[in-house]
């Protein structure tokens, strides 16, 4: 029998602290923020929420990447790439442009992609609201990502100058992502009223 995982406040919510199974709510989940990228709640606890808490041992899923993205309007997620393994989206909140080898396509709520190993992508935040987007991607041994220059993704300030394959190269002159909540949050579907 597998054991429930021990959650435990990380200073921007709650993160799993042990393995094991485990539920939690988007509004009381850990999150990290980046001035550059929007918002993000990963579910698992890696180095990024545990940034005030070195005591705590990163709990990793193994097999998928789920991760709640938060696009502020004009912003992109992060930086045009590649992937060697799968990943899948879907838009549960406003707008966005997804960026997707070097063309535009406008995706609103409850739209799906579906990107297979290889195909260039970004999103980029679209209309008045943010952009909620759900991320599930495939963890295999050897992963690797690919970030090429690309013309359509500098325009929207969601590429690289040089292409290169190593994600430390593409985001040293950003920002680090740090624990917190989105700067947005009162306005996102999942905050709880009070009373």
């Known amino acids: 029998m597998t054991a429930e995982a021990h959650l435990e406040d990380v200073g921007s919510g709650l993160a799993p602290t042990s393995p094991g199974w485990f539920v939690v709510n988007v509004a009381d989940a850990a999150w990290v923020v980046n001035d550059a990228f929007g918002a993000r709640c990963i579910f698992e606890s890696n180095p990024r929420v545990l940034q005030n808490r070195p005591d705590l041992e990163p709990q990793h899923f193994e097999q998928l990447g789920v991760t709640l993205a938060v696009l502020p309007p004009g912003r992109s997620g992060g930086l045009y790439h590649s992937e060697s393994a799968q990943e899948d989206f879907l838009v549960l909140a406003g707008e966005c442009l997804l960026l997707v080898e070097s063309e535009e396509r406008l995706l609103r709520q409850w739209d799906f992609f579906h990107c297979p190993p290889g195909v260039e992508h ?5 209309g008045e609201a943010p952009c909620v987007l759900l991320m599930v991607g495939a963890r295999p041994d050897g ?6 220059r690309d013309e359509t993704a500098l325009r929207y300030g969601a590429g690289v100058q040089e292409s290169t394959p190593s994600p430390h190269a593409a985001y ?24």
């Open 143 to 148: 992963k690797t990502l690919n970030y090429p």
């Open 172 to 195: 040293a002159p950003y920002p680090h992502w740090r624990p917190d909540r989105p700067e947005t949050w009162d306005t996102l579907p999942w905050v709880r009223s009070s009373g």
């Open 122 to 126: 970004i999103f980029v935040g679209h």
